[in-house]
């Protein structure tokens, strides 16, 4: 999982036989603005819509869902979802980024702690189709 400014990227396990995805997404996007809000955190302009409909300006209302192919398919998506801090230009390194899941799997050697820096070059991720992603 990485959170960003506006938006979140996570790889979901859903429970056997569970269709319920939308609503759990749901569900998590309004426990996190809540206690984002909460916790002090700021608020981005809400639209007359966001207003009428009673939504936060925390997170992008809507979410790009994807059901992951093999272990191919599920590597490139996590690596995507742990660079994105360097792709936004919010940090140089993935390292650097403290919101972001990253750094459990760099203490259980899953990645080394410089992967994903720019440093070693700007990783690419052409093979997926990220333009609902963002």
């Known amino acids: ?8 990227h996570a790889i979901l396990t859903m429970p056997e036989g569970d269709t319920r995805y939308s609503a759990r997404w749901g569900w998590i996007k309004k426990e996190f603005t809540k206690a984002y809000l909460a916790a002090g ?25 994807h059901a992951l192919r093999d272990e191919e398919d599920y590597a490139r998506h996590f ?27 760099v203490k259980q050697d899953v990645y080394p702690a410089d992967w994903g820096s720019k440093a070693h070059g700007i990783m690419e991720f052409d093979d997926l189709d990220t333009s609902a992603m963002e």
């Open 79 to 105: 690596d995507y979802i742990h660079y994105n801090p360097v792709k936004h230009g919010h940090v140089e390194s993935v390292q650097d980024w403290p919101y972001s899941t990253f750094h459990r799997w």
């Open 1 to 8: 999982m990485v959170l960003l400014d506006n938006h979140l």
């Open 41 to 65: 955190g700021n608020e981005q302009a809400r639209s007359g819509s966001r207003i009428r409909q009673r939504r936060r300006g925390v997170l992008q209302r809507r979410f790009w869902e």
